[in-house]
């Protein structure tokens, strides 16, 4: 599961490389002659227009740090803050240690120590959470400071990622198969607790970590088109409320890309079915305006339509025949 971070940036160091390197994002071929070119290449595929945040913490003393760094995964969340507000937050998407590096970026403290634990963030966004609302939700005492970098526990993180709804666009966190396995058997979708919201992110999370892997930009199934993958859902070709344990399972042939854009409503209402890898309108009550969309999108074929997937689309074109839908 997604943990939080809360990382203080109240003294001088901290406010400068802030604004250094998470303001100011820097220019990928900055951090080039420090890194592998695995790391770099890996980075550019997660950076791809050139430029990228990041942060680092000290090692502590007795590796206090370094020990919670090594915590950190994809996906977790970092909230930065001073004067008793958490200001700003962005996702984390890869770490590494690396000395040369962070003394490039901001040398070294006063005590000759630099921030050569590192992470890398995306989707950074200003907020503006007072410390007593962070009390309030996670339980801390009332005179609770953020004065050391912290890594949240995974029912206090759930709790804060819930309130205020957080989700990356962009990454998604790592999650077993074996964990997929677990949370598929316990979860209630009908449930609106955060036990029940922390799963069903964990699902999706699992699902897009198995479309979309690394990548930024994929296709839709349907229209075949490029978009960002936060315009692309991981859609069920047989809906999942109505899907077995072992269907859902299936991850590898149950779900598909579909885009925002159209595609996936109308593909869950049944406007469009898919019938020997063709896209195909069905007849329902349209519009003109429907019409000319359907009419772009008929006829194309779609690539995740075989041997193994054919069940399901079998059962959605069922599902959505004349029969049931006029």
């Known amino acids: 599961m997604s943990r939080v971070i809360l990382q203080p940036t109240g003294n001088k160091d901290a406010r400068k490389n802030y604004v250094e390197t998470i303001a100011n994002p820097i220019e990928i071929s900055r951090i080039k002659p420090f890194v592998t070119s695995d790391e770099f290449n890996y980075l550019h595929k997660l950076y791809p227009n050139g ?26 969340l970092a909230f930065f803050s001073a004067n008793k507000t958490l200001y700003s937050y962005g996702f984390i998407t890869f770490k590494l240690h690396n000395e040369q590096l962070a003394q490039n970026l901001w040398g070294n403290n006063s005590e000759g120590q630099t921030w050569e634990y590192i992470y890398f963030l995306d989707e950074v966004r200003e907020h503006d959470i007072p410390i007593s609302k962070l009390i309030e939700i996670v339980g801390y005492k009332e005179n609770y400071l953020v004065q050391g970098f912290t890594i949240l526990d995974e029912d206090k993180s759930n709790a804060l990622v819930s309130y205020f709804e957080l989700e990356s666009e962009t990454i998604n966190q790592h999650i077993s198969e074996n964990d997929y396995k677990k949370i598929i058997e316990s979860l209630e979708l009908s449930s609106l607790d955060i036990e029940g919201k922390t799963k069903s992110r964990a699902e999706q999370s699992f699902l897009r970590k198995s479309l979309f892997g690394n990548k930024k930009i994929a296709k839709c199934g349907i229209c075949g088109k490029d978009y960002p993958i936060s315009f ?10 109505l899907c077995s344990k072992e269907e859902k399972l299936d991850v590898r042939n149950i779900v598909m890309p579909m885009c925002k854009f159209g595609c996936d409503d109308l593909f869950e209402k049944g406007y469009i079915i898919i019938t020997n890898g063709i896209v195909t309108v069905n007849d329902k009550t349209t519009t003109e305006s429907l019409r000319l969309y359907l009419k772009a999108i008929e006829g194309l074929n779609c690539k995740y339509w075989n041997s193994d997937t054919e069940i399901y689309f079998e059962w959605h074109v069922n599902h959505h025949s004349l029969s049931n839908v006029r």
Do not use: P, Y
Request: hydrophobic letters at 45%; glycine letters at 6%.
């Open 51 to 76: 430029f990228v945040t990041i942060w680092g913490v000290t090692a502590g003393k007795s590796n206090v740090n370094m020990k919670k760094w090594n915590k950190i995964q994809a996906a977790d």
């Open 232 to 241: 692309l859902v991981a859609a069920h070709i047989k809906k999942r409320s």
